[in-house]
């Protein structure tokens, strides 16, 4: 069982519609990341939080905003996106700062973009 | 430019074979390094550090060289259970200390 949870697991969306993907962790960590992953490419990271911050934005499209109201949960709101945009959406979290640290992922939303 | 190379797969084995991966990383300033593992539509996993001095686990074999910013990975004795994407991740960025994944390598260990 994973201690990164993620909701919701599968999503089809119309390319008009607005939604939000959640993400929770309740291992104690202030980092968090949202990485997209579409088919035959790496794991791309969009977004970092750390202590509630953003401290990264992987030139990602503002179609994508992100938004961490506390260390353990974070939100991936998604509006006008392109099917293009379709890929899995992993949420992970780690301890921040420096070093030897090992993130753990959530289990991922599917998304279709139609 | 690719920050984090690894070999092209698949790597199809049979049970019991030695197999080793290799993975580049174009960031000199890299800090950590890691072996993530991904089954099929699950979430990656750590699967081991890298250390430079090299570190075993099991059948598990991490080595790291940093002066040809080259990471690599050996099982040995493979099973059916290892078959899966192994990810090549590298830390860099200071304090935020963000993973950079590679495109991941594939394996598929047959009877």
């Known amino acids: 069982e994973t201690g990164v949870t993620q909701t919701p697991r599968h999503l089809v969306m119309g390319m008009t519609n607005k939604k939000s993907l959640k993400c929770e962790q309740h291992l104690g960590h202030n980092a968090m990341y949202w990485y997209k992953q579409s088919a035959k490419k790496p794991l791309e990271l969009m977004f970092v939080y750390n202590f509630k911050e953003q401290t990264e934005n992987n030139s990602v499209p503002s179609r994508f905003s992100p938004e961490c109201p506390n260390s353990s949960h974070l939100f991936l709101h998604l509006h006008t996106l392109q099917p293009e945009d379709s890929a899995l959406y992993l949420c992970?979290?780690?301890?921040?700062?420096?070093?030897?640290?090992?993130?753990?992922f959530g289990q991922g939303t599917r998304l279709t973009v139609v | 430019r690719k920050e984090v190379e690894q070999d092209p797969g698949p790597f199809n084995v049979p049970e019991g074979a030695t197999v080793a991966f290799n993975c580049t990383y174009s960031n000199s300033a890299s800090q950590s390094f890691f072996w993530y593992r991904q089954d099929c539509r699950k979430e990656p996993k750590l699967l081991m550090s890298v250390y430079s001095s090299g570190n075993e686990d099991g059948r598990f074999t991490a080595q790291l060289n940093r002066a040809s910013q080259y990471i690599s990975l050996l099982i040995r004795d493979s099973k059916l259970s290892d078959s899966a994407t192994y990810l090549c991740v590298v830390i860099y960025g200071g304090s935020q200390g963000n993973l950079i994944f590679g495109k991941g390598t594939k394996l598929s260990v047959k009877p």
């Open positions: 992970a979290s780690s301890p921040a700062g420096r070093g030897n640290t090992e993130a753990f």
